[in-house]
């Protein structure tokens, strides 16, 4: 009987356990930041009132065992808790992409402010990138290059040196685009660009980098153009520990990383130390570099209502470079390259060489440290009101090369530097094997009765920026959110070429330096400035400082209730320029005027959600920013303190449409936009008829940008994800434009070559017909196909394939109008061949001892397939554009490294 019993009630007891195995479900799903799209690595999924529980993998992904109409709860540090009840039944549940809100109160960080747009939200076109595609995709690629698989974005290697890349976005170019670390802006404040060799470290440093096509949802009193990209670093949300990690790749790349985080302690501190180093040959002849960057935040939550966050990063580095400014060769040339030179796969530098002593060298390089520091506050005032608060500081130090030649006493000037120019490889000082001859300039230095005939110097152009950025948030009722605040920049950049290299000469005679006839605008010669012997260290060519000052005021009021997302915004800025000179111009005359241009923007847009699957938004804007200081302030910003009295603000009017989709195994968005900029004020250096260099200045300029964009992202099992986009431009100039003719020392000239007054009856004036001709440097066709595939758990590989078509060469200005007359066609910029490249990635994952680590390897270009990727057309303005007569640079071919990292 006792042996029944047990029997029975093991039967028994066995029979519940599978019922209730039976019973339960396998939950699947996704948990990211709502604001960013972020996978949120290591959140808790528990089981309410249970035990049971598993944290999310390195994508975000979860798994969990559940009884029947159980209840998941999702924590994360620094978002809301979240709660999920599961009704569905069934063996498996895919609940999809989950997301979780920050948590504005406990969290108090300053991506809250930085101008983050939210998917299905923000009314705008927008792509985010998280820390794990940057760590599997970026190998020897440059940070540009993370984001050529995003709809609308170009990026190129320009001249191929260390940090040399530049990046395009729906056909605008660096100037153009507004990057962003934390919500402040960080373009140049003279010309607008962005030199991404000062930015190298952000992309180890980076939560995240989301990109906002068109005018963006960025909280500025002067938004950019073309698009908006924006860093958000890592500050609270950084976990207890740190990594460790060693790269190799092509041509002598070597790369050390570190980095250490406190966590958030009891007492609310938090910091965060990084620092690495990177050096290498260079893939292009001729390029060795060496860049080093750090970074480190240290935040402090005083209370419930208050917080500090101290952030500062820099990347100190040199790297040698080749020409990028009308560098390139003609095809025809590059091929004479390899056949007698011996150097392949389009890797000539031709200002590489040696000197007599037998040392390598390039009279290309550049040295810079950019380093931001900035000190945010947050500020709960109450449940509904926030106040954000940055101080920020940039003091830029470096320089670049700058060639200089004595043209009045020897028949070389500084474009024997050069090496090569708009096409043409200059052969005076080339050797045999194609390098260039320092030995010889050093020979003729040492014999020449007047000194040094060409000697180095340092282009130095060191800036001291400080800015303040805050934005007051408050809830308006139960649906309104207002933004209010005030954006305020000062900048001084200090411009000055000192001797640097004699080349084997004992003193350098100045002969052009000249004093300014300040009651005709024209340059003088002054015997008591010309002619001294200079030795290094003395001052040639310019001795200047540009002022900017920006002062601006921005607004947004935002609608959210049910599915409808609504915001109007505008702003409201005034930018002043003026230069002090102390080259061409005495003390009583130093300064210049200052010109005011006084901007504003308004834009509006709405997003609907359909339903959980479909939405819809639209925007609409208008801007009116002053033009560039280096651009259209002044007639040379380098040289002269001559206003240019043609220059207006430039407007721009945009429109855009978008379309989305989302299920629990397909994203898809498609975006239609139209962008009309007017009154764009741009110089051009041209070749005068005298041979000499000058510039014209544009005015009147129009450019019509519109196109489509189509993105997919697909995950039809959980070890495979799919991507794809492709994007459909049509950017051509869409208007004529009016230049005026300058020399290089800023005098106006006349048609016959002679120095004049500004505007007088006799300055050249050219009626330059653009309307129609295609906006260059970008590919107007962009593809993307790419595939990650989890093989085991620890084990991914990705292939990613791009495609650039319908690429267009630069078109080309020249002093020909000057002989030919007042009016002059721009030829059709050459059609560049399309072209593509397969890149691999692939990661396995390890404990090493105790410690999770990770080797990762990257090959780019798999193909080895070398394709044109920047072109110009040739200098003579009318004259037609051939693969014959352009010139171009190549591609990189195959690059590949290697990286071991080890988290602690």
């Known amino acids: 009987m006792r042996k029944h019993l047990i029997q029975f009630l093991l039967?028994?007891?066995?029979?519940?356990?599978?019922?209730?195995?039976?019973?339960?479900?396998?939950?699947?799903?996704?948990?990211?930041?709502?604001?960013?799209?972020?996978?949120?690595v290591g959140a808790a999924v528990m089981v309410e009132g249970t035990t049971q529980g598993s944290v999310t993998d390195i994508d975000g992904y979860f798994k969990q065992g559940v009884a029947s109409n159980a209840t998941l709860l999702f924590k994360y540090m620094g978002y809301k808790d979240l709660k999920k009840k599961v009704t569905q039944k069934g063996a498996s549940v895919n609940l999809g992409i989950i997301q979780m809100k920050p948590d504005a109160v406990m969290l108090k960080d300053v991506v809250i402010t930085s101008s983050v747009a939210v998917a299905r939200k923000t009314p705008v076109a927008l792509s985010t990138v998280d820390p794990v595609f940057i760590e599997e995709k970026l190998g020897t690629q440059e940070f540009p290059e993370l984001l050529k698989s995003t709809p609308g974005v170009h990026a190129n290697k320009q001249g191929g040196g260390f940090g040399d890349s530049e990046i395009y976005m729906?056909?605008?170019?660096?100037?153009?685009?507004?990057?962003?670390?934390?919500?402040?802006?960080?373009?140049?404040?003279?010309?607008?660009?962005?030199?991404?060799?000062?930015?190298?470290?952000?992309?180890?440093?980076?939560?995240?980098?989301?990109?906002?096509?068109?005018?963006?949802?960025?909280?500025?009193?002067?938004?950019?153009?073309?698009?908006?990209?924006?860093?958000?670093?890592?500050?609270?949300?950084?976990?207890?520990?740190?990594?460790?990690?060693?790269?190799?790749?092509?041509?002598?790349?070597?790369?050390?990383?570190?980095?250490?985080?406190?966590?958030?302690?009891?007492?609310?501190?938090?910091?965060?130390?990084?620092?690495?180093?990177?050096?290498?040959?260079?893939?292009?002849?001729?390029?060795?570099f060496e860049g080093y960057n750090w970074f480190a935040s240290i935040s402090k939550r005083i209370n419930e209502e208050h917080q500090l966050t101290l952030t500062a990063f820099g990347a100190p580095q040199w790297h040698d470079q080749r020409n990028s400014s009308y560098g390139g060769l003609t095809i025809a040339d590059w091929k004479m390259v390899e056949t007698v030179y011996g150097v392949k796969d389009h890797k000539y530098n031709p200002t590489f060489g040696y000197r007599s002593n037998g040392e390598s060298y390039n009279s290309y390089r550049n040295s810079y440290h950019k380093p931001l520091i900035s000190l945010n506050h947050q500020w709960q005032i109450n449940s509904k009101s926030s106040l954000s608060t940055s101080l920020y500081v940039s003091l830029g130090r470096g320089s670049g090369f700058s060639g200089q030649g004595n043209t009045e006493f020897s028949p070389y000037s500084y474009t024997s530097w050069r090496g090569a120019y708009k096409g043409t490889l200059y052969d005076t000082f080339r050797r045999s094997d194609g390098t260039f001859d320092y030995a010889a300039i050093e020979e003729i230095n040492r014999t020449s009765e007047y000194g040094s005939a060409l000697i180095a110097a340092r282009s130095n152009n060191s800036h001291d920026w400080y800015g303040l950025l805050s934005t007051y948030t408050t809830k308006i009722g139960q649906y309104l959110d207002f933004y209010g605040g005030i954006d305020y920049r000062f900048y001084k950049g200090v411009h000055r070429n000192e001797i640097s290299d004699l080349f084997g000469g004992t003193y350098y005679l100045d002969s052009e330096r000249g004093n300014v006839d300040v009651k005709n605008n024209i340059h003088a010669a002054d015997p008591n400035w010309r002619y001294q012997k200079l030795g290094v260290g003395d001052v040639v060519f310019r001795d200047y400082d540009g002022f900017v000052m920006q002062e601006g005021g921005f607004f947004q009021l935002e609608y959210n209730k049910d599915r409808l997302a609504a915001f109007v915004a505008g702003s409201l800025s005034n930018t002043g320029y003026w230069r002090y000179d102390r080259f061409y111009y005495d003390k009583e005359h130093a300064k210049s005027k200052t010109v005011n241009f006084l901007g504003f923007t308004a834009k509006g847009g709405a997003n609907y959600n359909?339903?959980?699957?479909?939405?819809?938004?639209?925007?609409?804007?208008?801007?009116?920013?002053?033009?560039?200081?280096?651009?259209?302030?002044?007639?040379?910003?380098?040289?002269?303190?001559?206003?240019?009295?043609?220059?207006?603000?430039?407007?721009?009017?945009?429109?855009?449409?978008?379309?989305?989709?989302?299920?629990?195994?397909?994203?898809?968005n498609l975006n239609l936009y139209y962008t009309r900029w007017m009154d764009k004020t741009m110089t051009k250096s041209v070749t005068l008829d005298n041979q000499q260099n000058g510039n014209i200045n544009m005015s009147g300029l129009a450019a019509l940008h519109k196109g489509a964009e189509l993105d997919i992202k697909i995950r039809p099992f959980r070890w495979l994800e799919l991507t794809g986009m492709v994007s459909l431009g049509d950017w051509k100039w869409d208007s004529d434009a009016t230049g005026y003719v300058y020399d290089e020392l800023g005098n106006a000239m006349t048609q016959a070559g002679k120095v004049t007054t500004p505007g007088a009856e006799d300055h050249a004036k050219a009626h330059i017909k653009m309307n129609g001709i295609r906006v260059g440097g970008s590919a107007q066709t962009t593809a993307a196909v790419g595939a990650n595939v989890n093989i085991t758990k620890d084990l991914r590989v990705g292939a990613d394939w791009t495609y650039y078509g319908r690429n267009y060469s630069y078109y080309a200005v020249d002093g020909t109008i000057l002989t030919v007359g007042k009016e002059t066609a721009v030829a059709e910029p050459w059609k560049i061949?399309?072209?593509?490249?397969?890149?691999?990635?692939?990661?396995?994952?390890?404990?090493?001892?105790?410690?999770?680590?990770?080797?990762?390897?990257n090959v780019n270009n798999l193909l080895n397939y070398q394709y044109i990727s920047k072109a110009w057309n040739p200098s003579g303005a009318s004259t037609a554009a051939t693969a014959d007569n352009v010139y171009v640079f190549y591609s990189f071919g195959r690059t590949y490294s290697i990286r071991l990292k080890v988290n602690f």
Request: proline share 2%; glycine share 12%.
């Open 11 to 40: 039967v028994a007891v066995l029979s519940a356990c599978s019922a209730v195995a039976w019973s339960q479900t396998t939950v699947r799903g996704q948990l990211v930041d709502a604001e960013t799209g972020e996978p949120l």
């Open 170 to 288: 729906r056909g605008f170019d660096n100037s153009n685009i507004a990057m962003m670390v934390n919500g402040v802006p960080m373009n140049d404040m003279e010309w607008g660009g962005v030199y991404w060799s000062n930015w190298a470290g952000l992309s180890d440093v980076a939560r995240s980098i989301q990109t906002q096509r068109g005018l963006g949802a960025s909280k500025v009193s002067a938004p950019s153009v073309g698009g908006t990209i924006n860093i958000v670093t890592r500050n609270l949300d950084a976990k207890k520990g740190g990594f460790l990690s060693y790269g190799m790749g092509n041509d002598g790349m070597n790369k050390i990383l570190f980095s250490v985080s406190s966590g958030i302690t009891k007492n609310g501190w938090a910091f965060t130390l990084m620092g690495g180093k990177n050096w290498g040959n260079g893939y292009i002849q001729g390029t060795a």
């Open 610 to 668: 359909i339903t959980d699957n479909h939405n819809v938004f639209a925007n609409v804007g208008y801007i009116s920013r002053a033009p560039k200081y280096s651009y259209g302030a002044f007639m040379t910003s380098d040289k002269s303190n001559i206003l240019n009295k043609e220059a207006v603000n430039e407007k721009v009017f945009s429109a855009e449409l978008g379309y989305g989709f989302r299920n629990t195994w397909l994203t898809a």
């Open 833 to 857: 061949p399309a072209a593509s490249q397969l890149d691999m990635n692939a990661s396995y994952r390890f404990k090493f001892g105790k410690l999770n680590a990770i080797l990762s390897g």
